[in-house]
């Protein structure tokens, strides 16, 4: 079978296996009113190519693809696969305008006796309607023959349902110089890349052998894994071509040990600082060389592995800031900039009413310092006076405000902050603030008990997502496999379960280096619907 006569093969098979992929996921579609006249579906079409397509014994520097119509290049920075790859990115024409020729220009040395491949996937398209040529791919021996052998599999997220998009494949000759720094160093001997829809890879074009092969979400796209960006997956085993298997790999996120990121001046008191840990801990920042006159304040940002720095005054010089954890230190100069100053401002901590068994609360935009009652006043009804309930600085986090009102369902709320009610550490005081309140009721919400089946080793944390795939709700199961959702909101949920295989409390990603694989995740096949003043109990059995 000819080159030509093959790509044209692959291309029908991934159109047969994309149109599968949509008729499943939509049952039926409505008819559009068709408008104007019949759109060009036809993609460009490949006349002649100079070399020749599968072309042996090659020696040129340019390669001329010519087309039936104008084309140009769609996002070909994204799509773009050379295998193997080459040390000097090649010029390839058109840049910019249209035309009916492609040119690539080699500046490489190529290797002796190996086949390369130069894959657009997608990217080139005819200049009027963008149809894409699918997989259009160009094909050369250094050698006396082609190499046709092939790799093929998909890959998958280990934490997230939905893999990403233009996942790279490394494959490295498993010889006697390999060694697991090669994949942080040197580039692999052949590259490929899943998709932007469908996580399937189809490496072809190899030599036969025995090959490590690896995945990565290859961020800053230089064929290397860089553990601070990338996502990284791996075969355990060598893969020995030829070989007709098909192939998943799992891509997880590696935790650093730590690494604190350069601090970041969110406001003209503020800085943010995120970081990296494998560890629960919460890092500890110092100050050198601190002036006497320096207060500073440091919190945890909620739900991220990130710290705010907090400090008064605002003018200085510089600063060290020192980010401390168990494990290593990280030094930063800071300088301040012109930026907005941090202003007072307040806001409900729920979205709505306040759901049943919560208290009423306020968050601050910056760390309070002082709060006068006497400027503070709670209703009910809007003009009923409640003496007796009070508004106070939670002694955990100096940016929240927390009362002890005992509610009563079907009631509204009123808090009057008056100003002067509140002043922050750098002197800013609040204007005029009314905020209305009510406690949401009990029947207004569903209950979700879960059994699985069988029962685990693993300690199993039980998440309830949204359509964004976002936690609502976290529950552990306990002892037999039982898990009790009292107050939900009334929507349609899925439902994730979390394998806490050594029971330290948290989700552990893997490890490259220590051939340690992510913790398990499975995601149950059917969403749940919760209804109000409902209870909805079900069972599933999984494998162990």
């Known amino acids: 079978m000819s080159?030509?006569?093959?790509q044209s093969l692959m291309r029908n098979i991934f159109r047969i296996l994309l149109i599968a992929l949509i008729l499943s996921s939509y049952g039926c579609a409505k008819r559009g009113t068709p408008s104007g006249g019949e759109k060009d579906t036809t993609p460009p079409v490949l006349l002649k190519s100079?070399?020749?397509m599968g072309a042996s014994n090659f020696k040129e520097e340019k390669i001329r693809l010519y087309f039936n119509e104008f084309i140009k290049f769609k996002k070909l920075q994204d799509q773009l696969i050379i295998s193997p790859p080459l040390k000097n990115t090649p010029i390839i024409k058109p840049q910019g305008s249209a035309s009916r020729m492609v040119e690539i220009q080699l500046f490489d040395t190529l290797l002796e006796n190996t086949t390369y491949s130069i894959n657009f996937g997608n990217a080139l398209v005819d200049n009027n309607e963008e149809n894409p040529y699918p997989f259009l791919q160009y094909v050369f021996s250094t050698g006396d023959r082609i190499d046709s052998l092939e790799l093929k599999g998909a890959v998958k997220d280990a934490l997230n349902r939905k893999a990403d998009p233009f996942v790279t494949?490394?494959?490295y000759p498993n010889d006697s110089v390999y060694n697991d720094s090669l994949v942080y160093n040197e580039p692999p001997r052949y590259v490929g890349s899943t998709g932007d829809s469908l996580p399937i890879f189809n490496l072809n074009y190899l030599a036969g052998g025995s090959y490590r092969v690896f995945a990565i979400k290859d961020n800053n796209k230089n064929n290397r894994y860089d553990p601070y960006l990338d996502k990284i997956g791996y075969l355990p085993d060598p893969v020995i071509l030829p070989n007709d298997?098909?192939?998943?790999i799992e891509l997880f996120k590696e935790k650093v040990a730590f690494k604190a990121s350069r601090p970041k001046l969110e406001g003209s008191n503020?800085?943010?600082?995120p970081y990296?840990?494998?560890?629960?801990?919460?890092?500890t920042i110092e100050i050198i060389n601190r002036p006497d006159s320096l207060w500073t304040y440091v919190e945890k940002v909620s739900n991220k592995d990130s710290l705010n720095l907090w400090f008064r005054p605002a003018k200085f010089d510089s600063l060290q800031v020192v980010v401390r954890s168990m494990i290593s230190i990280d030094t930063f100069t800071v300088k301040p900039v012109k930026v907005a100053k941090d202003t007072l401002t307040l806001s409900s901590i729920y979205r709505g009413s306040i759901p049943p068994f919560k208290s009423f609360s306020l968050g601050s935009s910056t760390p309070l310092a002082k709060i006068d009652r006497n400027f503070i006043s709670f209703y009910k009804q809007d003009s009923i006076p409640l003496d007796s309930v009070e508004l106070f600085i939670s002694t955990m986090n100096n940016r929240i405000l927390e009362s002890l009102l005992e509610p009563e369902e079907s009631t509204t709320y009123l808090v009057n902050l008056l100003p002067g009610a509140l002043e922050d550490h750098f002197g800013n005081t609040n204007d005029t603030i009314s905020i209305p309140f009510r406690f949401d009721k009990l029947e207004n919400f569903g209950v979700l008990k879960l059994q699985i089946d069988p029962v685990f080793n693993s300690s199993i944390e039980v998440s309830l997502l949204d359509k964004e795939d976002q936690v609502i709700y976290q529950q552990p199961l306990d002892s037999l496999g039982r898990c009790e959702f009292?107050?939900?909101k009334p929507g349609i949920y899925d439902i994730r379960l979390l394998f806490d295989t050594n029971k330290n409390g948290r989700y552990d990603?893997?490890?490259?280096l220590n051939r340690i694989r992510p913790e398990r995740i499975l995601y149950l096949n059917e969403s749940i619907e919760i209804r109000a003043n409902w209870e909805e109990n079900r069972t599933y059995k999984i494998q162990n």
């Open 270 to 273: 503020h800085f943010l600082i």
């Open 245 to 248: 298997s098909l192939y998943l």
């Open 169 to 171: 494949l490394m494959l």
């Open 509 to 512: 990603t893997g490890s490259f």
């Open 3 to 6: 080159l030509l006569c093959r």
């Open 276 to 283: 990296e840990s494998d560890i629960d801990s919460i890092p």
């Open 486 to 488: 009292n107050v939900v």
């Open 50 to 52: 100079e070399p020749t």
